[in-house]
């Protein structure tokens, strides 16, 4: 068993947990090299059967994004302030490693997005992956922006507003949530499209299926309008410019936990349907 772990030791959350994670790997597989959890392509030379990953979502967003095309498994190891993908930290990656580094390890498959970036002129200037979501931002001098949405070809609603996200079911509880959006169980395939402060009382969320490809169009923009990627791939926008988002191909895959299933970390990290705090009827 090969393993590949990355990490960003510079992080001191992550040092302070990195040679612990280290030991453990090293007792059940061999580790063929450590990197730093950026965004750089990985050599062609480098092979590996595992990916560990420690750090904060947005490590393991840009890990799965980075070994996508390989088709292999990743480990998350939380070294975050939530890590709600991260379903290990060191005690249960030592509990859980013959599992981890086994012949048949829990793996969560997950829709990932494709995304096209057109000028107006219909040059491409930008196609990758998205894990978690599609943002349009209104940008500097954040007067409203406008944008007319297409779903495989038929005619959607013109959004005026502050933009619009398109997330994945992984994403659907990151910035989607926090907008409105609902949350949806990473097992189903489907996009949710929520807009951002809408100009309208009767713009909600919605869910469509995932074969469905989304277009937005650019109609009305500002100087900053931005295209942003799961928070980390930022693509300047303007009128004229065309968004196309689909499902990926291929599935992101991430190592399970068996001890921790999704309506936990619901209400253990997100605190789902947490009631008020009431106070003692006998005070």
């Not at 990932?112 to 002129?121: A, E, G, P, Q, W």
């Not at 990151?174 to 959006?181: D, F, K, R």
């Not at 949806?184 to 995932?210: K, M, N, Q, W, Y």
């Given at each position: ?30 580790i ?72 048949n ?24 992956v ?19 949405l ?5 005619v ?13 079911p ?109 106070r003692?009827?006998?005070?």
């Amino acid at each position: 068993m090969k393993v590949l772990l990355a990490a960003s030791p510079d992080r001191p959350a992550t040092a302070s947990i990195l040679g612990e994670v280290r030991r453990i790997v090293a007792k059940h597989a061999e580790i063929v090299a450590e990197i730093q959890a950026d965004s750089a392509a990985l050599s062609a030379n480098l092979l590996f059967d595992r990916m560990v990953a420690v750090g904060g979502d947005g490590t393991l967003i840009a890990q799965l994004r980075r070994i996508l095309d390989r088709g292999m498994p990743l480990v998350g190891v939380n070294s975050g302030r939530l890590g709600f993908l991260a379903e290990f930290d060191p005690i249960s990656l030592e509990e859980q490693a013959d599992s981890i580094f086994g012949p048949n390890p829990l793996v969560r498959q997950r829709m990932v997005m494709d995304v096209i970036v057109k000028r107006k002129d219909g040059t491409v200037v930008y196609h990758g992956v998205a894990v978690n979501d599609v943002v349009v931002s209104a940008g500097f001098p954040f007067r409203m922006i406008e944008l007319r949405l297409e779903f495989s070809g038929n005619v959607g609603p013109d959004v005026s507003g502050d933009g619009i996200i398109i997330a994945s079911p992984v994403g659907s509880t990151a910035y989607t949530v926090s907008a409105g959006g609902p949350i949806v169980h990473p097992d189903i395939e489907a996009l949710i499209v929520t807009p951002i402060c809408p100009h309208s009382l009767g713009f909600r969320p919605i869910v469509v299926p995932s074969h469905l490809d989304i277009s937005v169009r650019v109609e009305r923009a500002n100087d900053g309008t931005t295209l942003m990627l799961d928070g980390q791939t930022n693509i300047r926008l303007a009128v004229g410019d065309m968004i196309q988002v689909g499902r990926h191909q291929s599935m992101a895959r991430l190592i399970g936990n068996p001890e921790v299933t999704y309506w936990q970390q619901l209400l253990s990290k997100m605190r789902w349907a947490a009631p008020p705090t009431y106070r003692d009827r006998g005070a």
